[in-house]
């Protein structure tokens, strides 16, 4: 599949954008949900770009950098599952197991900034102690622009590769070899709940985690319902946490009554 100069052109600004997103504008562009749909949108395929990035998004929601260590990058990856699924036909799951090794450049690319900037932080502090505050503003600048280019760099490059050989390399891979990426890129949603359940899951919530399984396979096998069983599992959960919330905060004004209060003023 050809794509235009143009189409080539917005795949890379966009990168550069969603990658300085990340660390600096904090405007959740660059999460694989919003990535997805739009670099669809500019390889005209919307619905693909979406259903790549939700896949995408559901591996990531777990994954957190801890200090200077930094887990395999959302942005290239998410952005890579979506080209790959789009020019080269891959499912979902497929292309999120393929874009694996493209995360991790993007990891590897942080990681290289980050070492690079660590001895600019001493100019900083010089900066900041003649009250330079324009050295610190074209310092930040630079490591910004450094780092979208790094990602737009390796993004565009292997675009226009996959795009033009992707077809061909393609029909090489054994099927075993695709099947493997399918069940990896499937396996990878639920390590992402796995991970973030690790952090903030308590003894107490155990409960209403199994009854949302439990509620989830009942409402998926009631013919009719299937489509809207996630908007029904909101409301059921907003439901049961309401209801959490009132008895919790009448139990702690009745622990706390100062008298002259109502309805747990």
């Known amino acids: 599949m050809q794509y235009s100069f143009i189409q080539i052109a917005f795949v890379f600004i966009f990168t550069f954008i969603a990658a300085i997103d990340q660390f600096n504008l904090l405007e959740s562009i660059y999460q694989p949900i919003v990535a997805g749909p739009i670099i669809g949108f500019i390889l005209g395929d919307l619905e693909t770009g979406l259903a790549v990035g939700a896949t995408y998004q559901l591996m990531t929601i777990g994954n957190m950098p801890v200090?200077?260590?930094?887990?395999?990058?959302?942005?290239?990856?998410?952005?890579?599952?979506?080209?790959?699924?789009?020019?080269?036909?891959?499912?979902?799951?497929?292309?999120?197991?393929?874009?694996?090794?493209?995360?991790?450049?993007?990891?590897?690319g942080i990681t290289l900034l980050f070492t690079a900037m660590s001895p600019m932080m001493s100019?900083?502090?010089?900066?900041?102690?003649?009250?330079?505050?324009?050295?610190?503003v074209r310092l930040n600048y630079t490591a910004m622009i450094i780092l979208g280019v790094i990602f737009g760099t390796i993004v565009t490059l292997f675009f226009i590769g996959g795009a033009q050989f992707g077809e061909v390399i393609l029909a090489k891979i054994p099927k075993w070899v695709m099947d493997g990426l399918g069940a990896a890129g499937g396996m990878m949603r639920f390590v992402g709940f796995a991970t973030l359940l690790k952090v903030m899951i308590s003894k107490p919530l155990w409960g209403f985690y199994f009854l949302g399984f439990g509620l989830a396979a009942m409402i998926n096998g009631i013919e009719g319902l299937g489509s809207s069983a996630l908007l029904i599992l909101a409301f059921i959960g907003f439901a049961i946490a309401f209801w959490d919330f009132q008895i919790q905060t009448k139990i702690t004004a009745n622990s706390n009554d100062m008298g002259g209060f109502e309805d747990g003023i």
């Not at 200090?67 to 292309?95: C, D, F, H, K, W």
């Open 123 to 136: 100019k900083a502090d010089d900066f900041a102690e003649k009250a330079d505050a324009k050295g610190i």
């Open 67 to 108: 200090g200077g260590a930094q887990p395999p990058n959302a942005v290239v990856g998410g952005i890579m599952a979506t080209v790959l699924a789009i020019s080269l036909g891959l499912t979902p799951t497929e292309a999120v197991g393929a874009a694996i090794p493209f995360a991790l450049l993007g990891q590897y």
